[in-house]
C-alpha cells in the first residue's frame, strides 16, 4: 500500500500542480504562482513534508500502520483518486482566476459557477478528500497529523487571507454568494 500512496502523491503533483499550470501558463501567458500568500505555500509544504515522511515511514516499516485493512486502502485510493480529479475539475472551472496565492492588486473575475454554485473552495475540498485518502491507504500517526495540519492550515489560508481578500474586491457579490454556499461542503437548503 506504502507505493500506491507514493504513486497518488506523484499523481497528485503531476496533475493538480504540474498540468493544471502547464494549462493556466497556456491559456493566460503568466504563471498561477504569485509572490503573496507565503501561508498557503509554507501550509503546503508542511503538509507534503508529513505525507512524503509517512509514506516513506510507511515503505520503509519505520512507522507502523494504526490499522491493517486492504479494503480501507482500496477505499482510501478511491477516494483519493476522487480528490485528484475534483481537485482538476473545480481548478479548470475557476479558468483565468485560477491562482497560487494572492496578489492584492490583482483583480480576478469571482466564479461562481460550476462546483463553485454549491461550494466556495472546492479545490480544498477536494484537497481534504485526497489528504484522507492517503491517509487511509497508510493509516499511520504521520499520516493522521499530515491531513489534520493540512485541513487546519486550509482553515486559516481561507479564513484569514482568502475570504478577507475576496471581499475586499469583490463586496457585496461575495457577500451574496457566501450567503448562500458553504465554505467547504455545500449548505443545507431550509425549506
Not at 489534520?148 to 487571507?161: G, H, K, S, T
Request: charged share 15%; glycine share 10%; proline share 5%.
Amino acid at each position: 500500500m506504502g507505493y500506491l500512496a507514493l504513486g497518488l502523491m506523484v499523481a497528485f503533483g503531476v496533475f493538480c500542480i504540474g498540468v493544471r499550470t502547464w494549462m493556466h501558463v497556456r491559456q493566460t501567458g503568466r504563471s498561477p504562482f504569485l509572490s503573496g500568500g507565503a501561508s498557503g505555500k509554507l501550509a503546503m509544504v508542511a503538509y507534503t513534508v508529513l505525507f512524503s515522511i509517512a509514506v516513506l515511514g510507511d515503505l520503509s516499516g519505520a512507522l507502523p500502520r494504526l490499522v491493517h485493512s486492504t479494503p480501507l486502502g482500496i477505499v482510501g485510493a478511491a477516494v483519493a483518486v476522487g480528490g485528484i480529479a475534483m481537485t482538476m475539475y473545480a481548478q479548470v472551472a475557476m479558468g483565468e482566476s485560477w491562482r497560487i496565492g494572492i496578489d492584492p492588486d490583482e483583480h480576478t473575475a469571482l466564479v461562481t459557477t460550476g462546483p463553485y454554485r454549491h461550494v466556495r473552495n472546492p479545490i480544498y475540498t477536494a484537497m481534504f478528500a485526497f489528504a484522507i485518502g492517503v491517509a487511509l491507504v497508510v493509516p499511520n500517526v504521520v499520516a493522521i497529523a499530515g491531513a489534520i495540519v493540512q485541513v487546519l492550515a486550509i482553515e486559516f489560508v481561507v479564513r484569514r487571507v482568502e475570504e478577507p481578500y475576496l471581499r475586499q474586491h469583490h463586496g457585496d457579490a461575495f457577500e451574496t454568494w457566501s450567503k448562500r454556499t458553504g465554505r467547504f461542503v455545500p449548505r443545507l437548503q431550509q425549506t
